[in-house]
């Protein structure tokens, strides 16, 4: 970023407009002896403060734009482009996997390249000058890519660019505008003192890339070697039928892995083949998976079991036709049962990609490992709360650079499950499964809604197990 200087151009103070023209020449001046001197602050916010409606709504913004207190000078922010903060361009300039950072004057930390727009400058016309100015490196701005993100960095609304294979700068000019600068790893970036916004615009800049990080990358090898040292022991993971797959990838979905793990070996005791389960009622299955919840699941699992005994398992690209198979168990069947080089994204593992593999994962080589790596990696270290400090990803993770940041996908809020019709519909599942008649009249909303799912069945008002 360039300077933080208003210039006679962008200042237009409120109000006289004319007198503001010919006193903006004061101004600028006076600003550049503020960054100069910081001992002449008193004497600026005096200056300044005669020209400024104090109640201008950016003034906080323009302000420390110029490097003042906020009471010194208040300035258009439609001068700047913007009307709730400064607009700055940057540029995410990236030679393989290093990108470009500059040093700031005055030794506050490294950002990228980039600075203020001018009055009726596009925004990429102007990453493009202060790209020059500060680095030397000569890009025309149809070069520069827009990326799809807005960042909010104090008083500056940062447009970061992306730039491919960003051409070597000029030897360095000693012009005036240009910055220390240097070519840093992304993996390294931790190390630094970064200035906002620069995680987020490099995250941004990755995306767009998409380039996918491969088992040659030092970070995937760093995670594969943290889960074979960390890895817990789960009773499906010897195992590549499909069928015990299916059934710990549909246990696990929504309910926490070691009690699946309990739920699963005694499953799997009872009908370790996919015909055995078939050939079980409805409502034993449905008893055999109380207390793991959403009972759905089981008599989709049933239904999934009749259709592979009476015409076989689907082609893998047609496995979502088997009744609640959705394209997550599906990829899951294929990677954890076949071995397929397909990563099964679970919210686990969007996680970790969103935060430390933002280009993707490719799953060429041992794609089984990995998947258990990365899904493991998501479920234990890198969940709705990371714990970042034991991480040995860190290096190199953009979340850890933009403290506050995450762009992982929210968890969706459950809603709270006393009171609820999921309750409701258990109670009434648990009384008919367990033999205990129950009236539809007890609970007629939860009634409904279990026969509709074809959970219960109802004989003169009375709810009964299923058949079949
Ligand atoms: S540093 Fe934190 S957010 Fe980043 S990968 Fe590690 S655990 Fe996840």
């Known amino acids: 970023m360039a300077a933080n200087r208003v210039n006679a151009a962008e200042a237009v103070v409120q109000g006289d407009e004319e007198s ?38 950016t003034a906080a913004a323009v302000s420390a734009a110029a490097g003042t207190a906020p009471d010194a000078t208040v300035c258009r922010a439609d001068a700047y482009g913007g009307a709730m903060g400064i607009e700055v361009s940057t540029v995410v300039a990236l030679r393989g996997n290093r990108v470009l950072l500059v040093r700031q004057p005055g030794g506050e930390g490294w950002a990228l390249p980039g600075g203020k727009r001018e009055p009726g400058e596009s925004a990429a016309r102007a990453a493009a000058r202060e790209l020059a100015e500060e680095t030397a490196i000569t890009v025309p701005p149809a070069r520069l890519a827009a990326l799809p993100v807005r960042i909010a960095a104090g008083a500056f609304v940062l447009r970061p660019f992306g730039l491919e294979g960003a051409p070597r700068p000029r030897p360095r000019s000693g012009s005036a505008g240009e910055l220390p600068r240097r070519w840093v790893p992304v993996a390294d970036l931790g190390r630094l003192r970064l200035l906002p916004g620069v995680g987020r615009s490099v995250h941004a800049a990755l995306v767009q890339r998409g380039i996918a990080a491969g088992p040659e990358d ?60 078939a050939a079980a009622s409805l409502a034993d299955v449905l008893g055999a998976w109380q207390g793991l919840g959403y009972p759905r699941r089981a008599r989709d699992l049933h239904r999934a079991a009749a259709a592979i005994v009476a015409v076989g398992w689907p082609e893998q690209e047609r496995l979502e036709e088997l009744p609640g198979v959705g394209p997550y168990t599906a990829a899951a069947v294929r990677c954890f049962a076949h071995e ?28 089984w490992r990995l998947g258990q790596a990365v899904m493991e990696f998501g479920q234990r270290l890198c969940g709705a709360r990371p714990d970042c400090a034991a991480c040995p990803l860190r290096p190199g993770c ?57 959970l219960l069945s109802e004989v003169g008002g009375v709810l009964v197990p299923p058949p079949g």
């Open 218 to 277: 030092p970070a995937v090898r760093t995670l594969v070697r943290w889960w074979l040292d960390h890895r817990r022991e789960l009773p499906w993971r010897p195992s590549r039928d499909p069928y015990a797959v299916l059934v710990a990838e549909v246990m696990s979905h929504q309910t926490q892995v070691q009690r699946a793990a309990v739920y699963w070996t005694r499953w799997m005791e009872r009908w370790p083949t996919v015909d055995r389960l």
């Open 20 to 57: 503001a023209v010919q006193d903006s020449e004061l101004i600028s001046n006076a600003l550049a002896q503020l960054e100069e001197d910081a001992s002449k602050l008193q004497f600026q916010r005096t200056t300044f403060a005669s020209y400024v409606p104090s109640n201008a709504p």
């Open 340 to 367: 397929l080089p397909v990563l099964p994204r679970d919210a686990n593992v969007n996680r970790v990609l969103a935060r430390r593999f933002p280009g993707g994962l490719r799953t060429e080589g041992d794609a």
């Open 398 to 454: 953009l979340v850890a650079l933009e403290p506050g940041w995450d762009p992982a996908p929210r968890p969706t809020r459950q809603a709270p499950y006393a009171g609820s019709l999921r309750q409701r519909r258990g109670r009434l599942l648990r009384a008919a499964l367990g033999g205990r008649p129950v009236s539809v009249g007890d609970d007629e909303a939860a009634a409904a809604s279990l026969l509709r799912d074809g």
